[in-house]
């Protein structure tokens, strides 16, 4: 379909609004940039998707003069939908601050609806903060121009954030959906004549969510949007869950001919070890297929979220690595989940023209490329060893990659991948010496012996040792120590990979992932080692841990996404189901 409606999309360039302007290109409808106050009011709709942190989202309208423009609009009641921070920053105000900065006063909002966002409580780890992944709606008013909620009701669609609009008697006429989180209702999208708004993200709420948009869109078209009606909504309706994630890896490296393929590791050795590899003592690097056919397939079965990671990238720089932005590009066309990228995030100095690239500078050209998080690696780790070293009690020196790429684009762009291995110790002064070193010794039997398997000898004891550069490097740190610095660094999620399970189809190391999981309130991804449904439904039962990740099994086509996510329903265990 084509349709005369043009979309105008408010942009100010703090986030990725490729994926909205994909999505809103995919529902048939054709998009123009607001570049000044005037485009704001000669709008015919106008979408605004708030990605970063209220400060800069309030700043930056108000530095260009679109706050004013943007309040009449509103007023005015007309058509308008908001997306996350499009939707907060029409309340009173945020209790958001900047990261690292607990000083400056709350920021006022554009008062269009009565009400302050405010940030969830971890409540004793029941809740990770952010927000991160698939939940439910419920619907709290109806109108028949609701088609746009109506298809979507008791679906889940994606959210990712740490602040949220509690509902009260001022603002509940305003509220066209509520959501709860771990028992936290919360405004999940309004709407009163014209003005619409979600917390959710339905440009990667995959086909529901662009169901949703498509739905807006008509309605605007046809002039129905604002009609309403008093058709009563079944308050009795019970409480959404979040559901588990499950997230599929794109190892991508280019082979030895140049071409961008996807492969995986046996223990992070991508090689074959086939007889050609027997001979010449270098097999060929597994090629498993093409990056972006790959991703738009596990896509279309399913998948929550889908994340590639550039493993060469610790070798050169990624500034000018032209193939991998070009998959982001072409990806972020047909893929409407949320895409990561990791590999080569830092900064880094361009070893020919010398010109010297901050770790902001690469994370930016990865998101306007398409990617809704970054993951980092190898940096992650020597940023954790700067924070330990400076007496742990966390002097943020503000330049590490972790702290200045997530005060722009908010905590929940960025994750921390760890690559760590087991070092089992056996006797009580090898305890001692690795405690002594500030290693967390983690036990792997647990009283319901659900941890992860025993070492080789029946060891039952390990520390984790962090690794750099792909586990080439080896680091005196371990990994949980990692993982806390990384959350007070500002990371918003934990991707937890582990060398000695990794590709081998035993299942996840849960004594990792329960020790990780315990020493964050962050959410922790589990990946490494998963082989088939019940692997997913183990770690999900025995661990903290809120997405499970594989790579191997899927693409080697041993098991359907489709099969992971119907056994674990079976289970009990909430997931998405298209
Ligand atoms: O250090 O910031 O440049 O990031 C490098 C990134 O690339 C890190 O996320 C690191 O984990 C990853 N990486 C580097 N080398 C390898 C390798 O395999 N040679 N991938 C590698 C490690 C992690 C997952 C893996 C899961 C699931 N793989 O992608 O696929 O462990 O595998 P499975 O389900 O088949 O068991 P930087």
């Known amino acids: ?29 054709r998009v123009v940039d607001v ?4 485009d704001v009011t000669n709008a015919e709709v106008l979408i605004f998707p708030g990605v970063g942190s209220y400060h800069s989202a309030m700043e930056t309208l108000a530095a260009r003069g679109y706050d004013a423009a943007l309040r009449e609009y509103l007023v005015d009641d007309r058509p308008y939908l908001g997306i996350c921070l499009g939707m907060q920053t029409l309340f009173d105000g945020s209790d958001e601050r900047a990261v690292g900065d607990g000083e400056s006063s709350p920021l006022p909002g554009l008062g269009i609806i009565p009400g302050r966002v405010v940030r969830f409580d971890e409540d004793g ?46 603002n509940e006429c305003w509220v066209l959906t509520s959501t709860n989180y771990e028992g936290q209702e919360y405004v999940s999208s309004i709407q009163r004549g014209n003005v619409v708004a979600t917390q959710f993200h339905p440009e990667k709420s995959g086909g ?25 909504v079944d308050p009795s309706a019970p409480p959404t869950q979040l559901a588990k994630r499950v997230v599929v ?23 074959e070890r086939d007889d050609a590899a027997i001979v010449t003592g270098r097999g060929g690097v597994r090629n498993l297929g093409k990056p972006v056919q790959l991703a738009t397939r596990y896509y279309d079965e399913g ?47 361009d070893p020919i023209s010398g010109v010297a690239y901050s770790a902001l500078e690469v994370a930016s050209r990865y998101f306007r490329a398409g990617a809704d998080k970054v993951s980092i690696g190898s940096d992650a780790v020597y940023a954790a060893e700067e924070y330990v070293a400076s007496g742990g009690g966390g002097r943020r020196t503000g330049n590490s990659s972790i702290e200045t790429i997530s005060r722009v684009y908010g905590v929940q762009a960025v994750v921390v991948s760890i690559d760590p291995r087991r070092v089992y110790v056996t006797s009580d002064d090898e305890v001692a010496n690795a405690a002594k070193a500030g290693h967390v010794v983690v036990s792997l039997t647990s009283d319901d012996g659900n941890y992860g398997p025993l070492g080789p000898n029946g060891e039952d004891r390990c520390w984790y040792q962090c690794t750099v550069k792909g586990g080439r490097e080896n680091r005196s740190i371990c990994a949980i120590t990692v993982a806390r610095a990384a959350e007070s660094l500002g990371a918003g999620e934990i991707m937890l990979n582990c060398i000695d399970m990794d590709g081998q189809c035993n299942g996840y190391d849960h004594a990792l992932m329960n020790a990780v999981s315990g020493a964050v309130s962050i959410p922790v991804i589990a990946s490494s080692g998963a082989g088939n449904e019940g692997h997913f439904v183990n770690v999900f039962e025995k661990t903290g841990v809120r997405a499970a990740l594989a790579a191997g099994m899927f693409h080697r086509r041993e098991v359907e996404i489709c099969s992971v996510k119907r056994r674990m329903e079976e289970r009990g265990i909430r997931a998405r189901m298209i």
């Open 208 to 232: 529901v969510g662009l169901d949703f948009l498509r739905g807006f869109l008509e309605s605007v078209e046809d002039g129905t949007l604002s009609r309403t009606s008093s058709v009563p």
């Open 1 to 29: 379909r084509s349709s005369s409606l043009t979309v105008s999309l408010l942009d100010y360039g703090a986030g990725n609004v490729r994926s909205v302007r994909n999505a809103i290109t995919a529902c048939g409808y």
């Open 303 to 349: 998948a929550d979220e889908i994340a590639f990671l550039n493993i060469t990238s610790f070798r050169g720089g990624v500034v000018d690595d032209m193939p991998m932005l070009q998959v982001l590009e072409e990806s972020s066309k047909s893929i409407f989940v949320p895409l990561t990228v990791g590999g080569g995030i830092r900064s880094y100095a």
């Open 125 to 170: 780890g029941r809740r990770s903060v952010p927000h991160i992944g698939w939940n439910g709606i419920v619907s709290r008013q109806k109108s028949p121009a609701t088609r746009h909620v109506d298809g979507i009701g008791g679906r889940e669609v994606y959210f990712v954030h740490s602040y949220y609009a509690p509902i009260t008697t001022e």
């Open 35 to 38: 570049t000044d106050p005037r």
């Open 249 to 271: 890896a794109l190892d991508v490296r280019s082979n030895d001919h140049g071409d961008l393929v996807v492969t995986k590791g046996d223990q992070y050795d991508v090689r």
